[in-house]
């Protein structure tokens, strides 16, 4: 079966990989659709994400959906055939964190395509992967594999508006329009934002923010914008940008709360900080998802606009030619690996 593995910084591989069997408490799942993630772009460019760094060859992949083929010793799940989507965590259940039930940062997680531990977590990109058969979801009625594909980002995305707290009739501010800020402005009208202005660097990539709920899209390089608000109530920096964090702090009104969700390269970040103190601004930072997983396949199902924000459908043989589409916001929103094609 065919995968596709980074061997290290600009090393994609398409490589024949055994057949996986399922252990004890696991499901095999053939994949389908995998969505190539920044976090996957960043092992493809820079061998790395952040402080996370490859030291071995690596699936890559989190962001997979498929059936079900068999399950092991003691595991059970959707029955065998089920359309299902792949939780890519596994928590360990035990540390501080998931005792409080903040299983998103638990310190000792695994998940799918991830460098963060040794030997890595090989990910989703497949043919046939096997997980917990706790972490397979059934897919709802009526939902296509091809837009359920965006459950993980998603839930990233749900996971971030719920960490801005109460938005319902509020004005939002998204920096980044992105796949993760396109889900963003999604996420926060289905909760009943009144409002929500989005800035990017480029023009398709606003199309996109537009297609998703974006009321007012913003050049962020055009200070005589006239989209530019004079305040909003509550916003999302999801650039991965300092620029970006910076224009949240200096747009959020007195009391406000900025989310930062967009993974700011390692090191210092500058941003308008003594702001932060005299107008009384929340930071909260955002990682990752627990169950806004389940709750993301629910809006999914309910919401056949979200198929806009898939740009392209490209075979696994050409996985490169994927990731460089991906990597390309002028010209993609999101990309799917197609496993069966």
Not at 82 to 95: E, I, K, L, Q, R
Not at 128 to 135: F, L, S
Not at 227 to 248: K, N, Q, Y
């Amino acid at each position: 079966m065919l995968g596709c593995v980074i061997h290290g910084q600009g090393d994609l591989r398409v490589d024949e990989l055994p057949v996986p069997e399922p252990g004890p408490g696991q499901a095999v799942v053939a994949v389908r659709y995998g969505g190539v993630c920044g976090s996957d772009l960043h092992y493809w460019r820079h061998g790395g994400v952040g402080d996370f760094r490859l030291r071995e060859p690596m699936v890559l992949g989190h962001e997979v959906v498929g059936t079900v083929v068999s399950y092991g010793a003691g595991a059970s799940g959707p029955a065998v055939g089920t359309a299902v989507a792949v939780h890519p965590a596994t928590p360990c259940g035990v540390c501080p964190e998931c005792a409080k039930g903040r299983r998103n940062v638990c310190r000792d997680t695994r998940y799918l395509g991830s460098a963060a531990r040794f030997p890595h977590v090989q990910g989703g990109f497949a043919a046939r992967v096997t997980v917990p058969a706790g972490q397979l979801r059934a897919v709802p009625a009526g939902l296509a594999l091809r837009r359920a594909a965006l459950a993980e980002p998603l839930a990233v995305a749900l996971h971030a508006v719920r960490r801005a707290g109460p938005v319902a009739g509020r004005h939002l501010l998204v920096t980044g329009a992105g796949p993760i800020g396109c889900l963003v402005v999604a996420a926060a009208k289905a909760a009943g934002a009144a409002s929500v202005t989005v800035t990017d660097l480029l023009p398709r990539a606003l199309d996109f923010a537009a297609a998703a709920g974006a009321d007012t899209v913003v050049r962020a390089d055009d200070p005589d914008d006239p989209g530019w608000p004079a305040e909003v109530d509550t916003a999302i920096e999801a650039s991965g940008v300092a620029a970006g964090l910076d224009t949240c702090v200096r747009l959020v009104r007195r009391g406000g709360t900025v989310v930062q969700l967009g993974m700011l390269p390692p090191g210092q970040s500058p941003f308008a900080g003594n702001l932060v103190v005299s107008r009384e601004i929340e930071v909260r930072g955002a990682f990752r998802f627990d169950t806004e997983f389940d709750e993301a396949l629910e809006l999914l199902a309910s919401e056949p606009g979200f198929d806009a924000l898939v740009s392209a459908v490209v075979p696994v043989r050409e996985a490169e030619s994927a990731f460089a589409l991906a990597a390309d916001r002028s010209r993609s929103c999101k990309v799917l690996l197609d496993f069966e094609a």
